[in-house]
């Protein structure tokens, strides 16, 4: 071997040696490191490893030393519509269907088109960016106008293929909605960052036929199907009106039910039918917050997790939750799950953590890829800064991430080994072209609501 003299101890080169206080890689369970670098080459997690041994093994081209940090997978955010950023606060406190039928329905009628959701989606991205979520799950209309704001911003995204039965500006019919999708995802095929999956809106907007088309092309092209489902009382009164069953049942007789599907909200839940979720290996994206704020009710998380369903964590969009952000999510999971169950060790910390990152990558079927910090995957970091004062002081780091930290103290992201966030300032997008396209769009809404 030659000897290098930028080397002398012929040490391997990598792009980056990423050192902190803490590393909580959620893979194994309730791990933490301390005093650890991560080693990254080419976006990849190398190694991680005690920081002295990480110097006498690596020649990095960037060393980052974080001294009173804590390092986590970047968050998965399992469901959002993120484009409805731009309808934050518009008409809250109304319950789900008059907030839809009413309000929100009429308003995308008339507004919404690529360049809304372009924008939309780029203001979501600098939110969740900021909360450190490195990966989101979207549903919305013009979803490849999403896909170009996320592949813009450096983020990880599962892009929602959206079908509904009745015609929209998107798209005149079901059918059209699914050679939209389908076409997108050939357009996007191999895209590093970007995976695609099926997102029915709901039972209550997708017919039978519908469905068992959309199985039948998830089973050929092993992709997810994100659904809206058993969301609220009137939903599943409507079902068993309209359809004999309720909402499970009639997705059970249709083939749905199993690993592919990701099932949103899930609050109104019988034992058997959460039994039934855990024998079909199926997941739930639970949303407290949009489910707190829509009064939708509490879904049953103890009894999910007790049988053992993989359950991640959503924020929804930001006209039904405010805030996309997975800090607040956690909290609120742990929180409620413990006064439901009224067991204080119900829904630790570190689980609440891996709802937020493992358990959602696994969904979307990017577990291999994200989701921990483990040797072989993709250097999807958030960094969390522990020197302020309302964080001291710190006897369980994880403890503190959930209960104590926020996403104010989010300091650093990195997706496949990129820096997003620097400092807390984004890399990728620009604030200041980003501000007047959203002060546009909140000028073009007042005018819709004052016509409305």
């Known amino acids: 071997m030659t ?8 040490l391997r080169n990598i792009d980056m040696l990423l050192a902190a206080r803490w590393i909580v890689p959620v893979e194994p369970a309730g791990a933490v490191l301390r005093d650890h670098a991560v ?17 006498s093994r690596f020649m990095p081209r960037e060393r980052i030393a974080l001294e009173n940090h804590l390092l986590i997978p970047g968050l998965v955010n399992l469901h959002t519509h993120a484009a409805m950023s731009l ?45 450190g979520i490195t990966c989101f799950n979207d549903m919305y209309f013009f979803p490849e106008a999403s896909a170009q704001a996320a592949a813009a911003s450096g983020m990880r995204a599962s892009v929602g293929m959206i079908v509904i039965d009745f015609p929209t500006v998107y798209a005149s019919d079901a059918d059209d909605y699914l050679a939209k999708g389908l076409a997108l995802r050939d357009e996007y095929a191999g895209h590093p960052l970007l995976t695609f999956c099926f997102a029915p809106h709901a039972p209550y907007t997708v017919s039978d036929r519908v469905f068992s088309k959309i199985l039948t092309y998830a089973e050929q092209l092993d992709v997810p199907i994100h659904v809206h489902l ?67 009710g509490f879904a049953p998380i103890a009894a999910l997790l007790r049988e053992e369903v993989n359950v991640g964590l959503g924020t929804d969009g930001a006209a039904s939750n405010n805030r996309l952000d997975m800090f607040e999510e956690m909290r609120f999971s742990a929180l409620l ?3 439901q169950s009224g067991r204080a060790d119900m829904l630790p910390a570190w689980q609440a953590l891996q709802m937020a990152t493992l358990n959602g990558a696994r969904a979307l079927g990017l577990g291999r890829i994200t989701g921990s910090l483990v040797e072989g995957k993709a250097a999807d970091i958030a960094a969390v800064d522990f ?4 964080l001291e002081p710190c006897y369980d780091p994880v403890s503190h991430l959930v209960y104590a930290a926020g996403r104010e103290h989010v300091s650093h992201v990195w997706v496949n080994g990129k820096m997003l966030l620097d ?3 984004l890399t990728t ?21 004052k016509n409305q």
């Open 429 to 449: 997008l620009d604030e200041q072209e980003l501000l007047p396209r959203v002060q546009f769009w909140q000028r073009q809404m007042h005018c819709e609501i």
């Open 39 to 55: 080693a990254i080459d080419g976006g990849i997690i190398l190694a991680i490893l005690p920081a002295a041994e990480a110097e």
């Open 337 to 339: 799950a413990k006064g």
């Open 3 to 10: 000897s290098n003299p930028d080397n002398p101890a012929n």
């Open 87 to 131: 309808m934050r606060g518009l008409a809250d406190d109304l319950p789900l269907e008059e907030w839809l039928n009413r309000h929100i329905w009429p308003t995308e009628a008339r507004l919404v088109d690529a360049g809304f959701v372009y924008d939309g989606t780029r203001l979501a991205c600098a939110e969740m960016l900021r909360g």
């Open 387 to 390: 020197s302020s004062l309302e």
């Open 423 to 425: 400092e807390g300032k």
């Open 230 to 296: 058993h969301e609220t009382d009137n939903e599943i009164r409507t079902s068993l009106s309209n359809c004999g069953m309720r909402p499970v049942e009639r997705l059970r007789r249709l083939g749905l039910l199993g690993p592919s599907l990701i099932g949103v909200h899930m609050v109104h839940l019988t034992e058997a039918e959460i039994v039934l979720l855990a024998k079909q290996g199926c997941t739930v994206a639970h949303c407290p917050s949009s489910n707190l704020k829509l009064a939708s």
